[in-house]
């Protein structure tokens, strides 16, 4: 698993072996970058989001068992949105409740992380493209967003995106759980089966649309049993094959 971390100051990015951290020299998404012999522990760094995109596109309303629980048609070709990649933490940090809100819901979402650059690309390359895979956090606003009737102010504030722990090369697209808890208690549960857009899909429609750079982030959409967080709820969200992501929102 690639990780991206902070040690005396120094950002880098290394690979997590067990409860230990191997330095990279240069960049995962150059070819020419090497693992060091140069070890830290998990306990003696700070995990950062794993990646820093100049965009993160988001999809809506793309799991099956969401569109049901909603009561909404399933939809003919993908639902996009933007997060700024100002609203992005990494794992442990602390989701910020704005003062304009007074309804916060979580949303559990697998994440694509762009690897090469990509246009034009057709489903069956969108492979070649894709670095690997992280957990997501897609923290929304919901009276401001269902308020101002389209969805940047309440998806677009500070922190509103808790990623990682880090980036797997490989997961189990057609069956893998996905699941999130708020302070121990399951929320949503679902499996990666129920994607109605795959991930291929979503790669070359979205760069059809707009150039993907390395590092860009596609979150992939929510199942079902969105719901509220209040400050002081602990959040964790969980891919099988990847691990988990745990953030606390605070006032």
């Known amino acids: 698993m690639f990780v991206r971390f902070e040690s005396n100051n120094k950002e880098s990015y290394g690979v997590l072996e067990g409860e230990s951290i191997k330095a990279i020299n240069g960049d995962i998404f150059e070819s020419d970058y090497s693992v060091s012999d140069e070890t830290y522990y998990v306990n003696e760094v700070t995990l950062l989001a794993p990646c820093r995109p100049s965009k993160i596109v988001c999809v809506g309303l793309n799991y099956k068992d969401h ?15 933007l997060k700024p990649n100002t609203t992005l933490i990494g ?3 602390v989701v910020k409740y704005p003062k304009q809100s007074e309804q916060i819901d979580y949303e559990g979402e697998l994440a694509i992380v762009i690897g090469e650059k990509a246009k034009d690309v057709k489903p069956t390359e969108a492979n070649n493209y894709i670095l690997g895979f992280t957990c997501a956090n897609d923290v929304t606003a919901r009276d401001i ?24 090369e490989n997961v189990n697209l057609e069956d893998s759980n996905i699941q999130l808890t708020v302070n121990g208690e399951v929320k949503q549960k679902s499996n990666l089966n129920q994607l109605i857009f795959k ?8 760069s059809e649309i707009m150039t993907l750079l390395p590092g860009d982030v596609i979150i992939t959409g929510t199942p079902h049993g969105v719901g509220p967080v209040n400050s002081g709820d602990v ?14 929102i605070l006032d």
């Open 235 to 248: 959040m964790k969200v969980s891919i099988d094959g990847i691990g988990e992501l745990e953030n606390k």
């Open 67 to 81: 569109a049901e629980e909603v009561s909404l048609p399933l939809p003919e070709q993908p639902l996009l949105f």
């Open 91 to 93: 794992p442990n940090d």
């Open 199 to 206: 991930v291929d899909e979503l790669v070359s429609y979205i």
């Open 145 to 168: 967003q269902f308020g101002d009737g389209q969805w940047t102010r309440g998806k677009s504030f500070d922190t509103f995106l808790p990623l990682g722990p880090g980036i797997v």
